[in-house]
């Protein structure tokens, strides 16, 4: 389903996170001819946002300096390691008056597609939060409406996001996405099985997949693209 044309649609890519399980930038790990962060930004911007905004924060520095930033609005979450929610109250700083929906994406998580996103904004209907129902349960990307924004910017830690779901209840909206919930990755079991479902799968339509060799926590990660400008929050 095509978005309303009078909406005005914010994409949010969270990608703060310290890789603690992993020792090193989860952001960096190469993945389809580029970075694991990089491949969620072209997804991101293959969904024509009228805002593109992205957190960084753990590994900032290098994220900077490696990953293709074309495009987004960058903000530092110094505060990255009070969890997820410290990232979104950040983000919603930087969020641009007249927005009427923000789309959560995770930057660890290369299996959404844009696909995905243009169905969660089309099924939302005027629910103040919907989400994506996968074969096997809800996931994201999430799509909040402006009603919420106030909601969002007070939660705390990892599951807060998950918390609000829980008060809104049937009032989310539940859009069939098909297929299981894209893995995030958050330890070298994860990587290994995005970057097997990535060769499996193929190069999505209009793009090219190519997977780099194999890698462990050792392994320096490619060098590549333009650093961009930050703005520094915390919450």
Known sequence: M???????????????GGSRRLGRPK?????????????????????????????????????????????????????????????????????EPGTDVLVLLLGD???????????????????????????????HPLAFARSVFAELASLHGDKGVWKLMERLGDAVADVP?????????????????????CATAGSPAGSSIRIEGTISPTTTAPKANTPAATQNATT
């Open 109 to 139: 998580q290369p299996g959404v597609t844009p696909g995905a996103v243009a169905a969660l904004v089309g099924g939302r209907g005027d629910a103040p939060l919907a989400t994506c129902r996968y074969d096997d349960g809800r996931g």
């Open 2 to 16: 095509p978005r309303r044309p009078d909406q005005r649609v914010a994409g949010l890519v969270l990608a703060a």
């Open 177 to 197: 996405v098909p297929g299981p919930v894209p893995r995030d990755v958050d330890t070298w079991e994860d990587y290994e099985a995005v970057r097997r479902q």
């Open 27 to 95: 952001q960096l790990l190469p993945y389809a001819g580029g970075t694991l962060l990089g491949h969620v930004l072209d997804t991101a911007r293959a969904c024509t946002f009228d805002q593109l905004v992205c957190v960084v924060g753990g590994g900032a520095e290098g994220v900077l300096e490696q990953v293709d930033l074309a495009g987004a609005d960058v903000v530092e979450n110094r505060a990255f390691g009070e969890g997820c929610s410290s990232s979104i109250a950040a983000a919603l700083g930087a969020i």
